[in-house]
């Protein structure tokens, strides 16, 4: 299997793991690591899944979590990088790529793929005429392409041209749900980077995320890729962002809950929310009201709280109570309270955030090139 099983993650992995102190399995990872460099390339199919469906999963289990970073420590996750490449089979490959995929957690173990250049392997795969490969590199990079760690956006520094349009030409017969969520979630990663949102429009990016399905999870994904592509100053014919914002309110109209279990069921585990600051700040109230409502779903986890914390960005949002909606400051106050009442707590932003907010509101020609950084 080559695929990444659904692994429920419950909202409170934390806060249930609190007490665990976790070593890693040495003398079992030591025996993976050893048969990863044998010449057998069926001995490594076996290992790979060994990892990928028993070691590696489920995603933010402290032992596991043990068990990665030593795998990484001592060579693993090179190992394996190598296997993708170098694999004689196309199953050594599919294999070794799996668990890179089920390696990718959170932004620690992200930071681990990108320095062993894991996501170049997976470009590799993405460019293959082979569908199998195909189909781990999206699901692998669903999540990596997100990741921006504090010093700045990875996928600026390595970005590959062809990954826009390979994304955005792949159309496999009968593709699986989990391969359609995964795609997704790729081009939304996409068009929330200043690297490549202007590909993503030039390649049609309005048109793919504009399509409905039948499905919540996807749809609210969709959403959040609308709201970033008519951020900001994008030029966009007005009927067109008319539509968007349409689709846009409607997304905005379900229970935030609703969306989060769908993710907590399907082992969705987001690695970054500074994503938001952008939608946070725009001029259009819809592009504000979808921004706070993924925030809202998403501070019903406890590993998602502690990154609203741990990035700074709860100032930003108390700083929304101030801003007239009109016809939305209902919804916004509700959204509002569902995350205070998450976090536990209700905090009153700084004269500084105030100032910045109103400043990318009222006036964005005061801003310089790095303010945005604030």
């Given at each position: 299997m080559t695929e990444r099983s659904s692994v429920s993650i419950s909202d409170n992995t934390l806060r249930e793991q609190a007490d665990l102190k976790i070593k890693p399995e040495k003398?079992?990872?030591?025996?993976?690591?050893?048969?990863?460099?044998t010449t057998d390339e069926g001995m490594v199919v076996q290992t790979c899944d060994t990892l990928a469906h028993v070691i590696f999963i489920p995603w933010l289990s402290k032992q596991n979590q043990a068990n990665k970073l030593y795998f990484a420590k001592k060579g693993g996750v090179s190992r394996c990088v190598r296997w993708m490449k170098e694999g004689t089979h196309v199953e050594t490959q599919a294999y070794a790529g799996t668990a890179i995929w089920n390696f990718a957690e959170s932004g620690t173990m992200h930071e681990i793929l990108w320095k062993h250049g894991a996501v170049d392997a997976l470009l590799m795969f993405l460019k293959s005429d082979n569908i199998r490969l195909q189909r781990v590199a999206v699901g692998a990079l669903f999540g990596l392409l997100d990741y921006d760690s504090h010093s700045g956006a990875h996928l600026a520094v390595d970005y590959d041209k062809e990954l826009v349009r390979k994304l955005v030409e792949m159309k496999h017969e009968n593709p699986s749900w989990s391969f359609?969520?995964?795609?997704?979630?790729?081009?939304?990663?996409?068009a929330k980077q200043q690297t490549t949102r202007a590909e993503i429009l030039a390649a049609g990016g309005l048109q793919i995320f504009k399509e409905q399905k039948e499905d919540s999870l996807i749809n609210y994904l969709n959403a959040l890729g609308l709201?970033?592509?008519i951020a900001g100053d994008t030029e966009i014919e007005a009927s067109e962002k008319q539509k968007c914002i349409d689709l846009i309110a409607r997304q905005c109209s379900a229970p935030p809950r609703a969306i989060r279990l769908k993710e907590s069921q399907h082992g969705l585990v987001w690695t970054s929310v500074n994503h938001h600051l952008r939608l946070m700040r725009d001029k259009l109230v819809i592009v504000r009201q979808i921004a706070l409502f993924s925030l809202a779903n998403m501070s019903h986890s406890d590993y998602n709280r502690s990154l609203m914390?741990?990035?700074?960005?709860?100032?930003?949002?108390?700083?929304l109570?101030?801003?007239?909606?009109?016809?939305?400051?209902?919804?916004?106050?509700?959204?509002?309270?569902?995350?205070w009442s998450n976090l536990g707590f209700r905090p009153v932003?700084?004269?500084?955030n105030i100032t910045m907010n109103h400043i990318h509101l009222y006036a964005p020609h005061l801003l310089s090139e790095t303010t945005h950084l604030f």
């Open positions: 003398e079992k990872m030591k025996r993976l690591l050893q048969a990863l460099e359609i969520l995964a795609k997704t979630g790729c081009l939304l990663s996409l709201a970033h592509l914390i741990e990035e700074n960005i709860v100032d930003d949002i108390a700083c109570e101030w801003r007239d909606d009109g016809q939305y400051n209902d919804r916004k106050r509700a959204l509002l309270n569902t995350i932003p700084s004269l500084f």
